[in-house]
């Protein structure tokens, strides 16, 4: 045991927190729409698994066609935002189930993804001019402005979707979400309220995925394949770290938004403590899904255990 621990290298820890924060904050995208369908519209969309993919594809093609990295990212939103549209019209439209919708329209997205790239993954390389992100930023002298960059982004992105639902299709949306029977009585369409949720929320999703294609460099017909874990695992673990933090505050939607951020830097920093501990990789998606499962346990066991003592 004592071996074992005198194996471990903590500054090889520390310098892969850099790059760990910046995939927190790049998936921290994806898992931003996550929330909207998961706590806002109470929908169990599994589309992101394949509107991530389709983002980063859309993104390296374009690129490589040479379009401006930036620009690229446009037809990414636009992409995923499609992969929502049609996920919504399956539900709304033809009467499929919600979460049999999402899965419908994710395993399409494979086939798709395939034909936007031509075989299973496409390169751009990192040392690509003009990316938003790429892995030779966070190793830079001046990786700092990458770092204020990107979380600038972030900050804006929170922003517009803190403005998006206080107008009133986005007070529809989180209507429809909260009780959809009542919103209806209310006059509000909630099919059209689903969807247009379904397009914000799978639009950010391609965003993250195009963000990512170029972080890494290259796009891949697998990369989205567990996506959906990964942003409830950010949208738990903000809950159950910063929840009582902002309870009660005017600016809780704005304050709860951004912690999804966190909680993705978060997961980041538990999956680098895991590998580091020279855990099997192979075993990294049960990792993800144990972490699900313990921060959704939580507030349960929680409230389970308070409601005893109060009988007691």
């Known amino acids: ?20 924060v910046a995939q927190g904050l790049i998936w921290g995208i994806m898992a931003l729409g996550v929330y909207i369908t ?8 599994l589309t992101v698994d394949g509107t991530l993919a389709t983002g ?16 690229a990212l446009i037809f990414s939103v636009i992409a995923g935002m499609i992969g929502g549209l049609v996920t919504g019209l399956l539900h709304t439209a033809l009467g499929i189930p919600g979460i049999l919708a999402s899965i419908l329209t994710q395993i399409s997205l494979y086939s798709i993804n395939l034909r936007i790239m031509g075989k299973a993954n496409q390169s751009i390389g990192i040392g690509q001019k003009g990316l938003v992100a790429s892995l030779r930023f966070v190793s830079a002298d001046n990786s700092y402005l990458f770092f204020i960059k990107l979380i600038l982004i972030c900050l804006v992105l929170v922003a517009v979707v803190y403005w998006l639902f206080g107008t009133e299709i986005g007070s529809a949306i989180r209507a429809t979400g909260c009780n959809e029977q009542m919103a209806r009585a209310q006059g509000i369409n909630t099919n059209v309220t689903k969807v247009i949720a379904l397009m914000i929320s799978n639009g950010l999703v391609g965003l993250s995925g195009g963000v990512y294609a170029q972080y890494q460099g290259s796009a891949d017909v ?11 695992a950010a949208v738990i673990i903000s809950e159950v770290i910063f929840g009582k933090l902002c309870a009660g505050k005017k600016i809780a939607f704005a304050y709860t938004l951004a912690a999804v951020f966190v909680g993705a830097i978060l997961y980041y920093a538990a999956y680098a403590l895991v590998l ?13 899904a144990i972490v699900v499962a313990v921060f959704l346990a939580i507030p349960y066991l929680k409230d389970k255990y308070a409601a005893k003592r109060r009988r007691v």
């Open 38 to 45: 998961f706590r806002i519209l109470d929908f169990a969309d």
């Open 1 to 20: 045991m004592m071996a074992y621990f005198a194996a471990l290298d903590p500054m090889t820890l520390i310098r892969a927190l850099p790059g760990n």
């Open 56 to 71: 980063g594809a859309v993104a390296v093609m374009l690129i490589q066609g040479g379009m401006h990295p930036a620009a």
């Open 276 to 288: 580091w501990l020279k855990m099997p990789s192979d075993y990294m998606k049960l990792f993800s």
């Open 222 to 232: 697998n990369s989205g394949r567990g996506a959906i874990v990964i942003g409830l």
